[in-house]
Structures are given as structure tokens and as C-alpha cells.
T-cell receptor, first 118, second 108 residues
Framework: DAGVTQSPTHLIKTRGQQVTLRCSPK?????VSWYQQALGQGPQFIFQ???????QRGNFPDRFSGHQFPNYSSELNVNALLLGDSALYLC?????????????????FGPGTRLTVL | AQKVTQAQTEISVVEKEDVTLDCVYE???????LFWYKQPPSGELVFLIR??????QNEISGRYSWNFQKSTSSFNFTITASQVVDSAVYFC?????FGAGTRLTVKP
């Protein structure tokens, strides 16, 4: 049973560039959430995708955008990179349960992508 | 607004000691879920437990136990007879809101 996978593992970019991170959810899951984790801090919620649409969004600027594909995999795009975007980007997958309208199904996390912006 | 507070930034114990990690939360929701995750040095967050607001029974899983008290908005996590492998950062979460984490170091 494949867990959540993310690529690449590490990435180095310069200010102003654009980056795309990828995530494949755990087998059987249909919902993908993205988090940013700065060094020494807890994960900060960026957004969540279900049925190829952004369902929830945290307090992140429009430079952060995403996409979910029919196979449930997802991409996170960040434009006009800033030094402050340097962080570990975590992808989490879950199975949306319609009985559970809280949308707080258990999330399983991938290993993350370490982004460094110089 | 939702908030999760983990007041203990770092805890250091000697192997075989018991240790409790505190978590206090704020929410206006009447129904909600709380979570604990472990983040070892490798960086991957590992799910430990999910608790819904209807169920205030304490949970025990091996050396781990959780004490959920809705009256005090707390969801504390206890590791009994700690081991070196328990060294990690532990996060409490309310829906998508995570606390700042508690770094636990267990010394041999």
C-alpha cells in the first residue's frame, strides 16, 4: 500500500523564480492538502483540493496556487519566490467521508519537499 | 478563530521517565476533531491519534495515552517509560490548525 509521495525531495531556487511541487496521495485517498513548515514551527495550512477544486484555503497570498488531477495527484505552484518561502512543504492526503461533514478526516503526510530560496 | 497552544517548547527526560505533552485549544465549533502527530528527525509527520469532541474517554495505546478534557479545552499526551526512539517533535492539531510543537529529547 503506497503512502503519500512527494517530489522533488529538495529544491533550490532564486528569488523571483517559480516552482512546482508534486504530490501523489495514499492509495484510496481523494483529498490532498498542502502545508508550509518553516524551520522550528508547526505546519501552516495552505489549501486543500477535493474533486479537482480548491475547497479550503489558509492565509496565503495568491502567489500560491494549486491543481488536482483526475487521478487525485496534486501540484503546488509558487510564483515570484521570496526568501521567506524557504520551508518544508508537506502534502497530506485523506479520504473525504460524506458522512463526516467536518471534513477533518485523518490526514497522512508525505516526506515533504525542502525548498530553499536564495 | 481556532487556536492550538503547545506551551512546552522543549522537554528533556532520561529514558524510562514518564512525560506529558500539553495541548490547549480554542474553537467556537461545537463538534470538532483533535489530532496528535509525531515528527522524527527524518521530517515526515506520523499520525498518532484522532479524537472527536463527543468522546472524552481517555485512550491508551501501548506506552502512549491521551487525556481529552473538553471542560478545560485540553488534549494532553503522555508517554510512559520513554525511550530514545521517542525523541521527536510532537504536534497537536485542531482540523488544519497545528500548534507550534514540543521537541522531546529522551536521553539514554
Amino acid at each position: 500500500d503506497a503512502g503519500v509521495t512527494q517530489s522533488p525531495t529538495h529544491l533550490i531556487k532564486t528569488r523571483g523564480q517559480q516552482v512546482t511541487l508534486r504530490c501523489s496521495p495514499k492509495s484510496g485517498h481523494d483529498t490532498v492538502s498542502w502545508y508550509q513548515q518553516a524551520l522550528g514551527q508547526g505546519p501552516q495550512f495552505i489549501f486543500q483540493y477535493y474533486e479537482e477544486e480548491e475547497r479550503q484555503r489558509g492565509n496565503f497570498p495568491d502567489r500560491f496556487s494549486g491543481h488536482q488531477f483526475p487521478n487525485y495527484s496534486s501540484e503546488l505552484n509558487v510564483n515570484a519566490l521570496l526568501l521567506g518561502d524557504s520551508a518544508l512543504y508537506l502534502c497530506a492526503s485523506s479520504l473525504f467521508t460524506r458522512r463526516d461533514l467536518l471534513s477533518t478526516d485523518t490526514q497522512y503526510f508525505g516526506p515533504g519537499t525542502r525548498l530553499t530560496v536564495l | 478563530a481556532q487556536k492550538v497552544t503547545q506551551a512546552q517548547t522543549e522537554i528533556s527526560v532520561v529514558e524510562k521517565e514518564d512525560v506529558t505533552l500539553d495541548c490547549v485549544y480554542e474553537t467556537r465549533d461545537t463538534t470538532y476533531y483533535l489530532f496528535w502527530y509525531k515528527q522524527p528527525p527524518s521530517g515526515e509527520l506520523v499520525f498518532l491519534i484522532r479524537r472527536n469532541s463527543f468522546d472524552e474517554q481517555n485512550e491508551i495505546s501501548g506506552r502512549y495515552s491521551w487525556n481529552f478534557q473538553k471542560s478545560t479545552s485540553s488534549f494532553n499526551f503522555t508517554i510512559t517509560a520513554s525511550q530514545v526512539v521517542d525523541s521527536a517533535v510532537y504536534f497537536c492539531a485542531l482540523k488544519m490548525r497545528f500548534g507550534a510543537g514540543t521537541r522531546l529529547t529522551v536521553k539514554p
